[in-house]
């Protein structure tokens, strides 16, 4: 009696919507993507805390060994698992690029919204701001950033943040100049609402959205520029075990063929980076309308 | 009349660059005085037990750090205009001579990876783009998608480990071989030296102009025009040659070009791994040793750089599209 009754119901509804076909499959592979990074992203974090600080003593017994079932990444020149290494470097770097895509995202955010509403001078204002900013290499204005706050982990985090916004910015900017002229934000203007009710009822859903898949699309060049500027050594002290000052460090023991020292650490790095991009490339399509039928 | 447009429109772009150059030299001085480290305690570094307090005035006093920031900044500023970037700290030469011989190699590192990027990331567009929805497509595009969030500077380690520790095919680093005059210095030895840091500089080009290049010619591919000329009987040679590259080049070309801001940042983690002597090497080294006028010439040349750079893609947009020049004319 169930089966039957579902099974024709799922057909009508299926020949009803016949072109949102592809659009559910994209949204359970989004979902599927979400699951996957959500639970990688916990498993680092979890891991770097259950994971003892044994790993990282220094134990002249097992140095330089290769990977095996013991060391799953194998140990450095200083008999440190370079597995527990790598979870904990992973879980740093991504709090710091946590935060500088929050950072820049809410910069984003403010900075769009005020050059679609504060009139024309605001407006060039902010768009010579963006193009000072796409002017010079993201990675001189950092290194200019770290060096001017004396190095360490608010460097970074201003830096990358300072770097990051002008694309979403400019997003956030022309969506507001749209939903600004749309007909129905017209109508509640003219039906006596008040600009607080227009911006918390019509504006913002819209924009959050944007806002969010921002700050997921961030994120992952959040996480590259960290580990790149703490690679050049601009970025966290040596005794944090960030991404890229592991690599920094897999660098000098380069010639000695000691692979896994830079090659797990990376991987690791490329997959959480991928997956973000993933994640957020799919809901940009989800949520752009034009696109989601494509 | 047009070449007056053209030159106006040049001029234009050209004031802008110069007032956000001026406020680039703002911005950065202020953040340098900001800064928490001391420039003299940078300058003198372990030796500063062996300094005493007048000595360290007298430094500060030839640094001209002791006068208050405004009075530094005007003087640094005018000197500026004038063309003089000042003296290094720590090569003790002027900042302009330094950057002129950092930039040559740069330069050359940048143009190869540049050029190899553009060609590459082109032809595997077009690939991607003809073969749409193949498997061909899909490799290309996964394989793009993935050296797009690889750190550049792991793939440089991961090619020095590969190349360099294992199969001994190219050298561990540096421009030169180490031990050698400058005059034995053979062009091929190098050509050798400069093969790892231009691919791995070339490879974060490659993913951005194939995916957009692959966008462009299938929008191209799915046209009216296209599709005539499909039902006239023309090869898909024909097609891709008579209405593909001519409508995906220029915003290709256009895209490269623009592309120097992130060429420029890959460069100072390129030059980083492989040890090369070029300008991000030493913005680099200015910004660990506390160098403050070689960073400062360091940033300021890297905004001409990439101002150059946008600069020429509009202006061969300008020329070469007759679509955009015809708009703008006319008004």
């Known amino acids: ?230 690679f050049l050594g601009f970025g966290l002290s040596p005794d944090t075990p960030a991404i890229g000052i592991i690599l920094s460090e897999a660098m000098r023991y380069l010639s000695t063929g000691m692979w896994w020292l830079a090659f797990f650490p990376g991987v690791s790095l490329l997959i959480m980076v991928r997956a973000f991009d993933i994640l957020g490339n799919n809901i940009l399509l989800l949520l752009d309308p034009h696109k989601a039928h494509e | 009349m047009q070449l007056k447009q053209l030159i106006l429109f040049i001029l234009g772009k050209m004031v802008k660059m110069f007032i956000l150059l001026a406020a680039l030299c703002l911005l950065s001085f202020w953040m340098v005085s900001n800064s928490p480290v001391d420039p003299v305690q940078a300058y003198v570094g372990a030796d500063m037990m062996l300094v005493g307090p007048e000595q360290l005035e007298r430094i500060s006093a030839y640094w001209g750090v002791d006068k208050p920031p405004i009075e530094q900044f005007g003087r640094w500023a005018s000197a500026l205009l004038q063309g003089d970037l000042g003296t290094s700290m720590i090569f003790r030469r002027p900042v302009a001579s330094i950057i002129k011989e950092r930039f040559f190699a740069s330069l050359i590192l940048m143009g190869l990876a540049w050029t190899l990027s553009g060609l590459v990331g082109f032809a595997l567009g077009i690939v991607a783009g003809m073969k749409q929805n193949t498997w061909v497509d899909k490799a290309i595009k996964s394989y793009c998608l993935i050296l797009a969030s690889t750190p550049t500077f792991w793939l440089g380690l991961i090619l020095l480990i590969i190349f360099a520790v294992w199969l001994n095919w190219f050298p561990l680093g540096l421009a030169v071989p180490a031990g050698v005059l400058t005059e034995n210095v053979r062009l091929i030895d190098r050509i050798h030296h400069l093969i790892l840091p231009a691919l791995t500089l070339s490879v974060l080009g490659v993913a951005n102009i194939a995916l957009h290049t692959r966008q462009k010619l299938v929008e191209v591919l799915s046209s009216e025009y296209v599709l005539l000329a499909r039902a006239r009987g023309a090869s898909e040679t024909e097609i891709l040659w008579r209405h593909g590259i001519r409508n995906i080049a220029l915003p290709a070309i256009t895209l490269q070009f623009a592309s120097l801001s992130e060429l420029f940042g890959g460069s100072v983690l390129a030059e980083t791994v492989f040890s090369y002597p070029g300008l991000g090497r030493a913005t680099v080294q200015a910004g660990l040793r506390s160098d403050v006028p070689l960073l400062l010439g360091c940033v300021i040349f890297s905004a001409v750089f990439v101002f150059s750079g946008n600069l020429i893609a509009d202006t061969v947009y300008r020329v070469v599209d007759p679509r955009i020049r015809h708009k703008d004319g006319a008004v």
């Open chain 1, 1 to 230: 009696m169930k089966s039957a009754n579902s099974l024709p119901i799922r057909t009508a509804k299926d020949t009803a919507h016949k072109n949102m076909l592809p659009k559910l499959s994209r949204r359970h592979r989004t979902l599927i993507v979400l699951a996957l990074t959500t639970l990688l992203l916990l498993s680092i974090v979890t891991g770097s805390y259950i994971l003892s600080d044994s790993g990282l003593s220094v134990n002249f017994e097992i140095k330089n060994q290769a990977p095996s079932m013991n060391n799953l990444f194998g140990t450095d020149w200083l008999g440190r698992d370079m597995f527990t290494r790598t979870v904990k470097g992973l879980s740093l770097s991504l709090g710091v690029g946590m935060m500088a895509a929050l950072v820049s995202a809410v910069l984003a955010l403010f900075l769009g919204i005020c050059a679609a509403t504060l009139g024309k001078t605001v407006d060039t204002a902010v768009t010579w701001l963006v193009d000072l900013f796409l002017g010079v290499p993201h990675l001189v204005i950092i290194i200019l950033i770290a060096f001017s706050v004396g190095g360490g982990i608010r460097g970074v985090i201003i830096g990358v943040a300072v770097t990051h916004w002008p694309s979403l910015a400019r997003v956030i900017r022309a969506e507001v100049m749209q939903l600004r002229s749309a007909e129905y934000v017209q109508v509640s203007r003219h039906l006596g609402k008040s600009r607080w009710w227009v911006a918390t009822h019509h504006l913002l859903p819209h924009l959050i959205s944007q806002f969010f898949v921002g700050l997921i699309l961030l994120f992952p060049h959040a996480i590259l520029h960290e580990a790149g500027i703490s």
